[in-house]
């Protein structure tokens, strides 16, 4: 039987193609509106308000605004949305769009060449080869609850 | 063993490099962007499972002018393979058939020297310097 694990999400932000192991999604949200909550703003991690998800407010996470490619459009857009789990508990990552689920198997995982790595603060560390197009697979930790950039 | 040049241009200017360090010339393809990568990196290319980081065409030429690349000419760099663009291939040619002149004091620190050959002045690329300022950029 496959695992959970052994499966990738994969999913777009602007021109950039990211995935991520399926055991590290719970659940994936469409259309939402972000909450203005000040408690859980925190510019420096990139968290843009918050989303209701299973009776609690969780923060959201702007994945554009964290890999420094300006800030997702206004909160009341409509959105997508990962919703992830890590020890503090669930949080949000906005996306783009889902590309669809991969077989770990069917992708090749290869390290960052020293050439395309500029000093300082990173969410990845590889790059997923599917189909001979590159997702960088995100350090989901780096992400959210990690040092900021 | 006398030592050979290949030959390339690049929005009207001539390069040359060490034959040493060319891996292959491909038609340009996809360049892929990506976050975080140093200033003179425009992207990567995905050859077949390497990935290899491409120039920007601002960090060769020192121009702001947008330029389209035909080719990407990858070599091998002291921290890898890179790609720089080229409008053209010019051939390879044997050092001893031109002669060389020091460039003028620039910022470019990886283009220390002119091959001239046939009346036409090529710039000679230090490809390790060109990944160091790269590196460190």
Known sequence: MMSLGSRRLLFRVGDLGFCLDLCELVEICEDFEILNTPRLHDAGQAVCGGMVFRRTTIPVVDLRSRLGLGASSPARQPHNALVLHSREGNWALLIDQVEGFQPSASMQDLPLPPLLVAPGWRCFEQIALYQARPFIKLDLHACYGGLSP | ?137
């Open chain 2, 1 to 137: 063993m006398n030592k050979r040049l290949g030959l390339f241009s690049f929005m009207g200017v001539g390069y040359a490099l060490s034959l040493s360090r060319l891996l292959r010339v491909v038609e340009a393809g996809c360049v892929y962007p990506l976050p975080f990568v140093p200033l003179g990196v425009e992207g990567m290319l995905i050859q077949g499972t390497e990935l290899v980081p491409m120039l920007g065409c601002a960090w060769l030429t020192g121009s702001q002018e947008a330029a389209v690349a035909g080719f990407q000419v990858v070599v091998a760099s002291e921290y890898g393979a890179m790609a720089l663009p080229a409008d053209k291939t010019q051939g390879i040619v044997a050092e001893a058939r031109g002669n060389w002149q020091p460039e003028p004091k620039s910022r470019f620190g990886f283009l220390t020297h002119s091959f001239c050959y046939q009346e036409v002045s090529y710039r000679m690329v230090n490809i390790d310097a060109l990944a160091v300022s790269l590196i460190r950029s």
